[in-house]
């Protein structure tokens, strides 16, 4: 009866102990990594939200269905999903059961001293056994400190040992693993991200209403932006004139740190962006702004100034919209913007080099309701002519103007946009640091050879001397085969 | 001048890619001859008809393959070399210049290797995984000569893409490997060896071999994979953004961590090892043909 008793909490807490030990086995630790390698792949065939949000939606317009389908399983968000976050947490649970007592242990065995040697050595691998002149002990100790094996001395035999460098290393790279994901974490929880199109000539001040779009880690918020002022002084972009292919970007800047009156002029590259302190800002994207005067029937300038377009293809042609919310009825242009304008077929253009060598800008006019304030969000480069009327059709050179009755527009020139990326990633020492000791460690756990010599000699003074290599390590032949040239060599 | 080392450029490949043929051809006569036909041995009384291998009778064609494969890499080393001085940077700036240095990066492997082993039965596939390599190259991939896009100019091009290069040909090595096990795995359990796979090493040695080269090359990748992602927080401002071709190295990664676990602590060895070897090699693979010329992101360059 009194089994019957303590039954539930034995079982409790031998269910949790046998839980634990199948996650910490190796065989799950080995299937949770297949899984975690199989789980990456989804997301790389289906679009990332974070990674082409675009193509997201597009997918949504495709097929809306199957769209909603994925979305149930978090398709679009694979690398920050449920189930994918699971599995590599229920890895790292494994991999932390694994390593911690093998720390443990490995740290007591390499205070312990090695094994006594063992009473028959001709079972071990690379047995050898002479006629020796009663030296040979001395000669070993004299070899193995040489070796830098690890000693220990007995009656008539010296048991040795080296190689725990294999298990230290081993340990380091899954410990270095851990900090490379905390790394990650420290990013994603206090990290920040945003991005901002900023013209050539004009200042950008990092406040939250200045960015395009800005996210923030989970623990942090507004308050931790770096207040800092970068103007655009210039941007040069140079192509290749027979492959059209882009060489260079440079943007010359004038930056400005909080609290200091002087500035500095700094240049961003591509592949050298501007750092202050974890903070860094990146030359992303570019392209063409086209400044536009608007005016209405009366005169009065209803819009003025640059209006960043969206490149579609390597020669920057670009669409975008002008639009008028303020003019009664609403205006809006549908625009597209050619940096080196060409005909195409009928009555559409191309641009056939990304340089502005003839610009030209497209534009059809309509009058209508723009659907500002229906609450949808909208795209600063489309418009939804769906409430609209078209009342014109043109296209200008820079300088030029046209007139419809409801008002004019005039293309006076136009000027380069960048897109600058502005990142805070705390955690990214931390990986850093994780990724190099984990090279370190599989380094070492990969060519380290761990294995054991003895040597003893009898009571007729016969030398024995045998090994033993752990994993199947290679070498220990050679090695034993040295150590015994040593041993017969004269003092 | 541009154009004109990237004409010599051309040339050198042409030229040595003629010559891997000829060594193709001199590899295929050395294993094809190499083969006795069927003889009555006067020491067995009877009809006892053996097949042996004799490759005293085939010595000249293995030295000729050889040679020639000598010659072929100086002549593609020449190709490589003039390309990368007729686009003023090293040559793997896409995947044209990166199969051409590939391939002579498998070739200089093969001839490294055979200092030390004689490992001529593997010559045959080298020259024709060459020759492929580089019919590839030039038909579809060919690209005219030209300066690096913006986001490739940076030092990690040289540290990234050559311990890329240099894993990739050591994995497909380890896989063709791999491969030639479960074949005369396959071969011996229904007997005894054909005799032109005698001179194949035998199970034991392809089954470690393969293993050797994985283990001795993951750290490698390891680090290809790493400096890939210091050079994008250069470039891209994060070092970890699961773009299709950083998904597949990820993929590769794990295949081939599962594969040392595997073996290391599970004790897998034979058959089941070789399959997982060539899953994880064929992670690689998918990654440069299917992300290179099919997928999106932020790796695909320059047309290729």
């Known amino acids: 009866m009194s089994t019957e008793t303590t039954l539930p909490e034995l079982g409790a807490t031998g269910l949790l102990r046998f839980m634990w030990r199948q996650l910490t086995s190796m065989r799950t630790a080995l299937i949770l990594l297949m899984m975690l390698g199989v789980a990456a792949i989804p997301g790389s065939f289906i679009p990332q939200r974070a990674q082409n949000p675009m193509a997201v939606r597009q997918y949504y317009l495709d097929s809306p269905e199957l769209a909603r389908w994925i979305e149930r399983f978090s398709g679009f968000t694979v690398y920050s999903s449920p189930w994918f976050s699971a599995i590599y947490i229920l890895l790292f649970i494994s991999l932390i059961g694994c390593v911690l007592p093998r720390t443990f242990e490995h740290f007591q065995a390499m205070r312990a001293l090695p094994p006594l040697t063992p009473r028959n050595l001709s079972r071990m691998e690379s047995f050898q056994r002479f006629a020796g002149d009663g030296s040979e002990l001395t000669k070993a100790q004299s070899w193995f400190k040489k070796s830098r094996f690890r000693v220990r001395s007995e009656e008539g035999a010296i048991s040795a040992e080296k190689g725990y460098l294999r298990e230290t290393g081993n340990l380091l790279f899954h410990l270095s693993l851990i900090l490379i994901l905390i790394g990650v974490s420290v990013g994603s929880l206090f990290g920040m991200r945003g991005e901002a199109i900023v013209n050539k000539g004009e200042r950008f001040i990092s406040l939250a209403t200045s960015y395009d779009n800005l996210s923030f880690g989970k623990l942090v918020n507004e308050d931790s932006l770096q207040p800092f002022i970068i103007e655009v002084v210039d941007f040069v972009a140079k192509y290749d004139p027979v492959t059209n292919a882009p060489q260079d970007y440079t943007a010359t800047v004038r930056v400005t740190n909080p609290g200091e009156s002087t500035s500095t002029i700094k240049t961003i590259k591509v592949n050298s962006p501007l750092t202050f302190g974890n903070t860094r800002v990146y030359l992303q994207a570019n392209g063409y702004s086209p400044i536009v005067t608007v005016r209405d029937s009366t005169g009065q300038v209803a819009l003025q100034g640059p209006i960043p377009f969206l490149p579609q293809d390597g020669n920057l042609s670009s669409i975008g919209s002008i639009k008028v919310p303020d003019a009664n009825p609403q205006i809006g242009f549908v625009a597209s913007f050619y940096p080196t304008f060409a005909r195409n077929g009928g009555q559409g253009g191309i641009s056939v080099f990304p340089e502005a060598l003839d610009p030209k800008l497209l534009f059809s006019i309509w009058e209508g309701d723009l659907g500002l304030d229906s609450g949808i969000p909208q795209s600063v480069y489309r418009i939804d002519t769906s409430k609209m009327k078209r009342i014109a059709l043109d296209s200008l050179k820079p300088g030029e103007s046209f007139s419809y009755p409801q008002g004019s527009i005039k293309f006076e020139t136009f000027v380069p946009w960048i897109n600058l990326q502005i990142v805070d990633d705390p955690g990214k020492g931390y990986s850093l640091y994780g990724a190099i000791a984990a090279i370190l460690g599989l380094l070492a756990s990969l060519f380290g050879r761990r294995r054991r010599i003895w040597i003893r000699i009898t009571s007729t003074g016969v030398v024995e001397v045998a090994g033993l290599a752990k994993n199947g390590a290679p070498g220990l032949d050679a090695e034993i085969e040295r150590f015994v040239t040593h041993l017969k060599k004269e003092m | ?304």
């Open chain 2, 1 to 304: 001048m541009q154009t004109t080392w990237a004409y010599i450029s051309n040339y050198f490949v042409y030229s040595a890619m003629g010559i891997f043929a000829l060594s193709f051809l001199a590899h295929a006569f050395e294993t094809a001859w190499a083969v006795k036909a069927p003889q009555k041995d006067a020491n067995e009384s009877g009809s006892v008809l053996t097949k042996t291998l004799d490759y005293t009778r085939t010595e000249r064609a293995a030295r000729i393959a050889t040679a020639m494969m000598i010659l072929g890499f100086l002549l593609l080393l020449g190709g490589v070399i003039a390309r990368g001085i007729s686009a003023k940077h090293v040559p793997w700036g896409n995947m044209y210049e990166f199969s051409i240095t590939g391939a002579l990066a498998l070739t200089g492997a093969y001839l490294l290797a055979l200092r030390k082993h004689d490992l001529r039965w593997l010559g045959l596939f080298i020259s024709i995984s060459v020759l492929l390599t580089l019919g590839t190259a030039i038909t579809l991939l060919y690209r005219e000569s030209a300066p690096l896009v913006p986001a490739l100019n940076s030092p990690w091009l040289v540290i990234h893409v050559i311990a890329a290069i240099i894993s990739g040909g050591v994995f497909l090595l380890s896989n063709v490997i791999a491969g030639a096990y479960l074949y005369l795995d396959a071969m011996e359990s229904k007997g005894d060896r054909k005799p032109w796979a005698k001179r194949l090493p035998d199970l034991e040695s392809l089954d470690q071999l393969s293993y050797r080269l994985v283990a001795f090359v993951f750290p490698l990748w390891t680090f290809a994979v790493i400096a890939g992602a210091i050079w994008a927080e250069a470039a891209w401002g994060r070092y970890w953004g699961w773009d299709p071709k950083e998904t597949w190295a990820f993929i590769t990664w794990v295949a081939y961590a599962a594969y040392l676990h595997a073996r290391v602590t599970i004790g897998w060895r034979g058959k089941r090892a070789a399959w997982l070897c060539l899953f994880a090699g064929s992670t690689f693979l998918f990654n440069y043909v299917y992300v290179n010329v099919w997928g999106t992101g932020k790796h695909t360059y320059s047309g290729l």
